[in-house]
């Protein structure tokens, strides 16, 4: 395609249709088309001797809107909070309701015990930890110098 063809095209759909060049991207078009608040929280994923953790900020969620969910190996964290906050003493003449959602998903390695999962939601943290296997807990070896 010729560059002036290009360049027309960038600066119709931009002036015309601002979010044109957005909606070709799955994560634009996902945004664009309905689901405002789309809020994905940090996470960090850790590892001690004994545990794997998953920390998430989670700003605003308690623990009621949140679901973690354990399919397999497979750990799913979501998030949905809806305000609905009408006052009966205003006429709205405009009224956007505020909703947010999210939702990760990670395979757990295969040492992680899934029996034992411990969650914990407090001052906007969320906190996982999952316990390793005994048999695969890494050992301190002492070296006999000769």
Wanted: net charge negative; charged share 35%.
């Amino acid at each position: 395609m010729p560059l002036r063809d290009v360049m027309n095209r960038l600066f119709d759909e931009s002036l015309w249709n601002p979010f044109g060049l957005m909606s070709k991207d799955p994560f634009f078009d996902s945004f664009l088309s309905g689901s405002r608040g789309l809020n994905l929280p940090s996470i960090d994923f850790s590892e001690s001797d004994r545990e794997f953790t998953v920390e998430a900020d989670i700003p605003g969620f308690s623990a009621e809107d949140l679901d973690i969910e354990l399919n397999g190996n497979i750990l799913t964290i979501r998030g949905k909070k809806e305000e609905d906050q009408e006052e009966k003493d205003k006429t709205y003449h405009l009224r956007e309701r505020r909703e947010s959602h999210f939702e990760r998903s990670f395979p757990l390695p295969s040492n992680a015990v899934l029996d034992n999962i411990e969650c914990d939601a407090k001052d906007g943290k969320l906190t996982i930890n999952i316990p390793k296997s005994e048999k695969d807990k890494s050992r301190k070896l002492k070296v006999n110098v000769k």
